[in-house]
């Protein structure tokens, strides 16, 4: 299992940064959108990126092949981890809000 958590944090590592951006931009923008709207959206940048990804890191797909992974496999995870991530943040976020607004 812990060799599994390095592989897909590696896997992670390069596209952390704009999937972070891209989730505090949808919590700023939860006053027009919600939660569910927000995971759609985030649906949409997944299929970027992980597009982005294989078009343009494709030789490092053999790396996670030969460690005898799937690459939907390390899609999937990917997604369920930036999902999480996504969800504790607009959790964070909102609660923050309405103790500020309620205070």
């Avoid at 599994?4 to 700023?28: A, D, E, G």
């Avoid at 970027?48 to 995870?77: D, H, I, P, V």
């Amino acid at each position: 299992m812990s060799n599994t958590r390095t592989i897909v944090l590696q896997f992670y590592r390069p596209l952390f940064v704009i999937n972070l951006i891209f989730s505090i931009y949808l919590i700023y923008e939860s006053s027009e959108i919600d939660y569910g709207q927000g995971v759609f959206f985030k649906l949409f940048g997944y299929l970027f990126l992980f597009g982005y990804q294989y078009f343009s890191k494709s030789n490092t797909y053999f790396y996670y092949r030969n460690a005898g992974y799937s690459m939907k496999r390390l899609y999937a995870y990917v997604a369920i981890l930036d999902l999480a991530i996504y969800s504790l943040l607009y959790s964070f976020f909102y609660l923050l809000h309405y103790a500020f607004a309620h205070a």
